[in-house]
């Protein structure tokens, strides 16, 4: 079975940058639109922006519009997450999933691929 291992993350201050990584275990990865995952302490996990299998749309969420973007080399089985003036909220455990586009939003396709470990990112100063 596919696998996603993400990595990446770590203590940065606001206004601050990381950029986080996924990984893909197989090239079957480069069929699938992948998505990145938020989940903050006590909160659901939520969507944070998503591509197309060969790159060619990306959606994100209005929170994070203008500061991330997505990116992806099949290639490299990889797909990045580059963060940009990190904010206090973007504080959360990051998660890449395979995902297929729904009425405008990625839905998780954890039937093709488990959650991974997960990356955490704290934005604090």
């Known amino acids: 079975q596919l696998q996603l291992v993400e990595s990446g993350g770590g203590l940065v201050q606001p206004g601050g940058s990381l950029r986080l990584t996924c990984v893909a275990s197989e090239f079957s990865f480069s069929n699938y639109a992948i998505g990145w995952f938020r989940q903050a302490p006590g909160k659901e996990r939520e969507g944070v922006s998503c591509?197309?299998?060969?790159?060619?749309?990306?959606n994100y969420a209005d929170s994070v519009k203008g500061r991330f973007t997505i990116s992806r080399v099949n290639y490299h089985k990889t797909v990045y997450l580059q963060m940009n003036d990190l904010k206090p909220e973007d504080t959360a455990v990051y998660y890449c999933?395979?995902?297929?586009?729904?009425?405008?939003?990625?839905?998780?396709?954890?039937?093709?691929?488990?959650w991974g470990q997960g990356t955490e990112v704290t934005v604090s100063s």
């Open positions: 591509i197309g299998s060969r790159g060619g749309w990306t």
């Open positions: 999933a395979i995902s297929t586009p729904r009425s405008g939003v990625c839905v998780p396709r954890t039937d093709l691929a488990p």
